[in-house]
Structure formats: C-alpha cells, structure tokens
C-alpha cells in the first residue's frame, strides 16, 4: 500500500523556507493558469490508451477529423479562457514529447494536469512554489532512476521486441487493427538506417508519401528515394535507367529572357533566324556540358521565373539521352542531396562529375492502386536512407508518424519497459518510500507528487470501463508484493504480467514524459504576473 502522509501544520513561527502565505493577485494568477491548464488536461484524458475515446475536430475549412491523438487534439483546440496563453503552453508540451519521443503525447498531458492538481492543492495550504518546485525536480531525478532500474536493455538484433514495442504505440491509435502491417514496417525503416556505433537516428532520412486511393494494406517500405514529380516524356525521353549519374540543377535549361525594362527590337526575318540559332546553340552548349560530365539523369528545381526546361531543351537531352525530372520543389533538394549523395548545382560552370550521385536503377512505375499515379525510384548504391510509400488516409499518416518515431527512440535508448501504467505505480511505490526517509515540506511535496503519478493507471481504467479504485489498490498489493512487471491488460480487463502480454514501450517515452510534465508544471508554479508588451 502506498503510504500517506499529511501536510505539516504551517505556524508563523516555522518560518520563511517552511511556508509561505502567498497573497492578492499572484494566487490568483497562479490558480488561474492552473485552471486553464487543468481543463486542457482534461479534455485529452479521455483519449488516453487503447481503449480511449477518440474526438472529432471541425477544422477552420470545414474539414472533419476523427482522432484520438493528443498531438493532434491539442493543435486544434481553440482555448476561450482569458489564461488561454496556458493552452499554449500545454500544446508546446505535448509537441515537444512528440519531438523528443514520438509517443505518450497524451500522457504527458494528462501526468502535467494531475501534478498542477496537486501543486494547487499545496499553494492553497500557504507553502512557497519555489519549495514545491524544488521538490518536484527532486522527485523526478529519482523517478528517472526508477524507470531506468526497471528497464530491460533490447538489441537491435531483437527485431521481436521491437515489432511488441511497435505494436503497442499503434494500439491506441486508429489504426490499431493494421498494427501486424504497420509495425514491421516500421522497425524495418529505422533498423535499415541504424548502426550499432550510431546513438539516434535522423528521422529525416525516412520520408512518407501518400498517394490517393488504395488501403493501409497497400503500405509498403521502399528502400531508396519516391518522388512525385513524373518524368518527363514529352520529347521522348527515357524512362528507365540503370547504372545512373544523377544532378540536381537549380538553373533553367531555357532560352534566356530579358529582364522587365528591356526591349528587344526585331526588324527582319533575317533576325529573328539568328535569335532562333543562337538559342538552340545556347542549350545545345548546356546539354553537351551535363553529357561530359557523364551524367544521365536531371532533377530540376522548380521555378516560378520561367520554364524549369523547355522542347528545345527536352529534345537535346533525349539525343543525349538522360532522363530529365523536372519541378522538384526547394525545400526537397538538401533531403534528395544527402539521399542521392550529390551536391546541388546553380550554374553550368560548376557542373562537374564530382558532384553527381549515383544509384542503381532509377525508374518510372506505375502505381498498382492508382493507374494514373507516377512516381521516380532510385535505390542508392550505398543504400543511405530508407522511405515509405504510402497509400492511405490522413489519419492513418499521423498515426504512421509516431510509430516510427517511436523507432528512432529504441534506437537511441536501447532499452524497453513495461506498459498498462505498471511503471508509474512502481515509482509512486519508490518515491513514497523515499518520502518517508525525509522531513518537513519536501517529504508532503515529495508525497504529493508520488500520488499524482497515479492518474495513469487510473485513467486507463476509467477509459477501459474498469473500477479504478479497485484497479489501482489492486495494483498497488500486486507491487508490494514484488510483481514489478504487474498493470492493467485493457483487453482482458484484469491486472496481469504487462511484459508476458507483450505491452511494452521505449524507457524514453516515459523518462521524457516525466521529465516534460514536471518541467511545466515548474514553469507554471513560478508565474506570479503578467506584462503586456507593445
């Protein structure tokens, strides 16, 4: 059973480090904030673990969407409250777990509203935020080594436990029902891209692209570079090549214009031929300059000045034959270039061979749901990143999106926990031990925050349709006894080994949540007024 302790009888003579009574508009900013705060809180507490409740969300288009992501919920909210600043705050939270975990964005919404409960219910028997505050980093430095006592390292090699990890994230997803689809192929994208030296992953080596039409099982990992953009093949030109050369030309092969204020006076056909001459004799000079540098295939940069490539052009490079790609947008080329292992090219002059990038095959195909769906492949001989080609609705994306980020965390953390709120209830156990061994305000802060760690398991047996109380006691004799690995299985309805079961999580996930809530909950302690900037 989780000892309880009880607030220390404040006295004037007890002094200032012991409480403190705050008074006027400072408490009622802080109360104010944490209401606001509180409510957001709430609103995403129902959405938490797989048996969650999922909301609809009217877009300012009209659009409606069905999630029950907190990420996703907490953008869209629409805080009315004059605190509303505090909204904000808690959607930066939740994004920044996002960032930092790519899981548990609703928890450490939900964990950061119940430490606030208990921080109000502190400031309102007189003790000093910056005694509160001090307390909760304490106890989340010890709640840090909690969890990490309870983890179990994983290998990369140990695809089976990270395929239970994978799982679970989509568990309280949407999409829960293609987790045997999506989890491989999830844990194939990262193990593809980590090395057993590397400490993390850059995500932005795995790129998604979505296709209209089709079905989640349609969702296949390719291992190269997708692009949208088609071929050009109006000249022509190939489509298929192997053993490629690729630049990346952030100029137009286009005859060149004149600027705004210049005018161009033709008299006579005579005129007009040498202007059509030297044109052509203009990008032939180009398109035998890209061919000498042994290259064959041309992604172009989109531009909104003029043609990216015009007939005359395409016709060249058809002779020459390279394959030309044109309309690749700006903000693509610094991911094609470390992709594609090539360096972006702005002028003729500097069109060298030592700039291009190589690749196995690059092709045209045609997409097996949607006909009319063209898209560029290119496996890279060095194999430098893997994507995902994706062929699915919206929400199945984002739900995609933290799966694989989730990916990146076991890479970086190398170890798993258990899930069903088996590690919360472990490290309220340990911190009100802990507390026990101390005196004064720190110890009831300490207690407090211990027993604030607790809305978790008891919201995800709120949300199964369990007796949290029943639950939650339960859970607590089951820990005392030694079941470490003891939480609540949502399917079967019942508290049972959550590691048997397969319900297994990264430790970043809940260090970072933690850490996170904690660190906002701080935030807002320290907040005694508001100043209006011009």
């Known amino acids: 059973m989780a000892s309880t302790s009880t607030a220390p009888?404040?006295?004037?003579?007890?002094g200032a480090n012991a409480a403190f009574n705050d008074k006027g508009k400072p408490m009622e900013l802080r109360l104010s904030n944490m209401v606001a705060a509180k409510a957001i809180s709430d609103a995403v507490r129902t959405s938490l673990g797989p048996r969650g409740m999922d909301k609809m969300i009217q877009t300012?288009?009209?659009?409606?969407?069905?999630t029950n992501d907190g990420a996703t919920i907490l953008k869209s909210i629409q805080a009315l409250h004059p605190a509303a600043k505090m909204a904000s705050l808690l959607v930066d939270l939740s994004a920044a777990q996002d960032v930092e975990a790519g899981d548990g964005t609703t928890s450490v919404v939900v964990l950061a509203g119940s430490l606030l409960g208990a921080a109000e219910k502190m400031l309102q028997k007189g003790i000093h935020p910056t005694i509160i505050a001090e307390a909760f980093f304490k106890a989340f430095?010890?709640?840090t080594?909690?969890?990490t006592d309870i983890s179990t390292p994983v290998d990369l090699g140990d695809k089976a436990s990270l395929l239970r990890a994978a799982s679970t994230?989509?568990?309280s997803k949407i999409v829960s029902q293609y987790s045997s689809t999506l989890a491989p192929i999830a844990v194939a994208a990262v193990t593809r891209l980590v090395t057993p030296t590397s400490s993390n992953v850059d995500l932005r080596d795995i790129r998604v692209v979505k296709k209209v039409g089709g079905t989640i099982e349609d969702t296949e990992l390719v291992e190269g570079v997708v692009l949208n953009q088609n071929v050009v093949t109006a000249a022509g030109g190939p489509t298929r090549m192997e053993k490629a050369k690729i630049a990346i030309i952030q100029f137009q092969l286009s005859a060149p214009k004149p600027?705004?204020?210049?005018?161009?006076?033709?008299?006579?056909y005579r005129q007009m031929d040498k202007v059509i001459k030297e044109g052509r004799q203009y990008l032939l000079n180009i398109c035998k300059k890209i061919k000498k540098a042994n290259c064959n295939v041309l992604l172009i940069q989109k531009s909104i000045l003029r043609d990216a490539v015009d007939d005359t052009s395409l016709n060249f490079l058809k002779r020459l034959n390279i394959m030309v790609v044109k309309d690749v947008e700006r903000d693509e080329i610094q991911f094609l270039s470390k992709s594609l292992g090539c360096k972006p090219i702005a002028d003729i002059e500097a069109f060298t061979e030592d700039k291009l990038g190589a690749a196995d095959l690059v092709e045209e195909f045609l997409s097996r749901v949607s006909k009319w769906s063209k898209s560029l492949e290119s496996k890279t001989a060095a194999e430098r990143s893997a994507f995902w080609r994706w062929e699915a609705i919206t929400s199945s994306l984002r739900s995609a999106r933290g799966v694989y980020?989730?990916?990146?965390?076991?890479?970086?953390?190398?170890?798993?926990?258990?899930?069903?709120?088996?590690?919360?209830?472990?490290?309220?156990?340990?911190?009100?031990?802990?507390?026990?061994?101390?005196?004064?305000?720190?110890a009831y802060c300490i207690q407090a925050y211990a027993d604030a760690l607790e809305v978790i398991p008891t919201t995800l047996a709120e949300n199964a349709g369990l007796n949290p109380i029943a639950i939650v006691t339960e859970l607590r004799n089951r820990h005392a006894l030694g079941e470490r690995n003891a939480g609540i299985n949502v399917r079967k309805g019942l508290i049972s080994n959550i590691l048997e079961?397969?319900?297994?999580?990264?430790?970043?996930?809940?260090?970072?949540?933690?850490?996170?809530?904690?660190?906002t909950v701080c935030l807002l302690l320290k907040i005694d007024d508001y100043v209006q900037a011009r």
């Not at 300012?60 to 069905?66: F, L, N, R």
């Not at 190398?414 to 305000?441: D, F, N, T």
């Open 405 to 442: 980020m989730m990916r990146s965390v076991l890479s970086d953390v190398w170890a798993l926990i258990g899930g069903g709120g088996a590690p919360e209830i472990h490290v309220s156990r340990m911190l009100s031990q802990y507390a026990q061994s101390l005196r004064g305000m720190e």
């Open 141 to 143: 430095a010890k709640a």
């Open 501 to 519: 079961e397969d319900v297994v999580q990264p430790l970043l996930v809940s260090t970072s949540a933690v850490e996170l809530a904690t660190e």
């Open 169 to 171: 994230s989509l568990n």
């Open 60 to 66: 300012s288009k009209g659009e409606v969407v069905i």
């Open 145 to 147: 080594e909690y969890l």
């Open 9 to 14: 009888a404040v006295s004037k003579a007890s």
């Open 259 to 268: 600027d705004m204020d210049n005018t161009v006076v033709i008299n006579d």
